[in-house]
């Protein structure tokens, strides 16, 4: 969808970024995660469209019409509107016009608060009216910059929400978020960036380091068909940790004869991406 190339930009008298590569596909979402100041909310404008980089190139599609929707920050909204007026503004400059603007108020939670001016809301209710505007262009390209910012559990499973039917429409999501946990669950890739660099990239969904947890009644029947298997494991105090997807995991546990008592995935540990690649393991990118 879209494709970085040596991207550099400077402002007020340093590199904010420099030599950033990034290949950004469809149908994916992506998570830039690193320190402030690492760059990340500049990249996002840079994506967006919004500053224009010194150096390298920026290539979208040749011949679309490629629409992004973006939320950096919730200060863009005008104070004095409703949010009802906010909406249908959005609504009105894009594909699909005004008419599905009490849609959007209701899935966005918006509804009881229609009538009430922008600066008068909260700032989970902020953000949520801003995703909002940003959907209201049916985007190709959603941008979201700290998008869990003030708001609550609800708000947070709103977010995930968003983004799963945004990915599952074909968009290219880009997230910034210092929430590891909460991103962890939402991307696809995560994006390192530091003093402005891509430090590394990590496919989230790699086989090669996905791991399971599971318990069986016979743990010896296990560990003999996932050592012909060629499978690494561990034992833990509630069972084995095995290095492989939890369905090849069970397959495997069904085929020994043991019967399984509980088995689950682990996500993969933002954190643990993050430290690693911030302490220089990481020399190389992974496939995205």
């Not at 034992?235 to 043991?258: I, K, M, N, Q, Y």
Request: proline share 3%; aromatic share 2%.
């Amino acid at each position: 969808m879209i494709e970085l190339r040596g991207i550099g930009l400077r402002g007020s008298g340093r590199a904010r970024l420099e030599g950033v590569d990034l290949h950004l596909a469809s149908a994916r979402v992506y998570g830039l995660i690193g320190p402030n100041g690492a760059g990340k909310t500049s990249l996002l404008c840079v994506i967006g469209g919004l500053v224009r980089p010194t150096s390298g190139l920026v290539i979208r599609p040749v011949g679309e019409d490629v629409r992004i929707g973006a939320v950096i920050g919730a200060s863009g909204l005008h104070p004095g509107r409703t949010v009802g007026e906010t909406l249908r503004l959005a609504a009105s400059l894009g594909p699909g016009g005004q008419r599905d603007v009490e849609t959007a108020l209701g899935s966005c939670g918006l509804t009881g608060v229609a009538s009430r001016r922008v600066g008068s809301l909260s700032l989970g209710m902020k953000m949520r009216l801003a995703v909002a505007v940003a959907l209201s262009c049916d985007p190709h390209i959603l941008i979201l910059d700290e998008p869990m910012n003030g708001l609550d559990p609800d708000g947070i499973a709103w977010v995930r929400q968003v983004v799963s039917q945004a990915r599952g429409r074909g968009s290219t999501v880009v997230i910034s978020s210092h929430l590891l946990g909460e991103l962890a669950q939402l991307i696809d890739t995560a994006v390192v960036l530091s003093r402005g660099r891509v430090r590394h990239i990590e496919d989230m969904h790699d086989q090669r380091s996905i791991r399971s947890s599971i318990r069986v009644d016979v743990p010896s029947r296990l560990t003999a068909a996932l050592d012909a298997a060629g499978i690494v494991w561990h034992e833990v105090r509630d069972g084995l940790v095995v290095h492989a997807p939890v369905g090849r995991t069970a397959r495997l546990a069904v085929e020994s004869g043991a019967d399984i008592l509980s088995a689950r995935q682990f996500v993969k540990d933002l954190d643990d991406v993050y430290s690693r690649a911030s302490s220089g393991e990481h020399l190389s990118w992974v496939s995205s």
